[in-house]
């Protein structure tokens, strides 16, 4: 089946730690996204990619990293910086052309801290 | 900057009457908005996009209209039932898709 997976979907962090959460699609996407949801909030983009070994910072950006080196993966690092990081994460993912395509998402991350 | 705004935080309705949702867009004119569902801990769903030069779209029991003079799209569920309570959500692309806060909507029986 086609779509898009996302693991682990619980992961705990402790202080001053690095985790890294993976995003991983086969619908052969070329845009990808990530999104921070806080409780009964909406989306707020952290990053995203048009293309391989490019990326965007999004309005979030601070804290996070990415990487995009494989079309298929975008993988996403909470980094110590991130002083608040108990959240819902979401990737995405769409056609190049995005501006009127749709998206497709994961089924979500929920990073708490310890 | 440019915004997009879902004016209610939640909306409640009676089973069967029509539920109508706001999503405004300031400083900007997007040439698409679209719409999605989300239900507590998944992912959002796509449900419709509309372009800046269509004035409304159908899908089922689901409209939205674009008013670019009002600067507004409004989503619509008609004949609503339990199984639509959800969070819906506006979004604008500008390669960078950028989502309204969304309206919690709860249908009662």
């Known amino acids: 089946d086609g779509g898009i997976t996302q693991s682990p979907k619980y992961l705990f962090r402790k202080e001053g730690q690095n985790v890294t959460l993976s995003c991983e699609q086969n619908?052969?996407?070329?845009?990808m996204y990530w999104y921070r949801q806080d409780p009964g909030q909406g989306l707020r983009l952290i990053y995203y990619?048009?293309?391989?070994?490019?990326?965007q910072k999004g309005d979030i950006a601070e804290g996070y990293s990415v990487s995009r080196e494989k079309k298929e993966s975008f993988p996403l690092t909470v980094t110590s910086a991130q002083k608040n990081p108990t959240a819902f994460y979401l990737c995405?993912?769409?056609?190049?052309?995005?501006?009127?395509?749709?998206?497709?998402f994961g089924s979500g991350t929920q990073l708490s801290v310890l | 900057s440019q915004k997009i705004e879902q004016n209610s935080e939640a909306l409640n309705i009676q089973e069967g009457k029509t539920a109508t949702l706001t999503c405004n867009y300031t400083?900007?004119?997007?040439?698409?908005l679209q719409w999605y569902r989300q239900d507590p801990g998944r992912g959002p769903v796509f449900l419709l996009l509309?372009?800046?030069?269509?004035k409304e779209k159908r899908k089922e029991r689901l409209k939205v209209t674009f008013d670019t003079t009002l600067k507004q799209s409004l989503f619509h569920i008609t004949a609503s039932q339990p199984a639509d309570s959800a969070t819906y959500l506006c979004?604008?692309?500008?390669?960078?898709?950028?989502f309204g806060a969304g309206t919690r909507l709860t249908v009662k029986p």
């Open positions: 995405a993912s769409s056609g190049r052309r995005a501006i009127n395509e749709k998206l497709f």
């Open positions: 619908l052969n996407h070329d845009a």
């Open positions: 990619s048009q293309i391989v070994n490019d990326f």
């Open positions: 400083n900007y004119s997007p040439a698409y």
């Open positions: 509309i372009r800046e030069n269509e």
């Open positions: 979004a604008r692309n500008n390669n960078d898709m950028r």
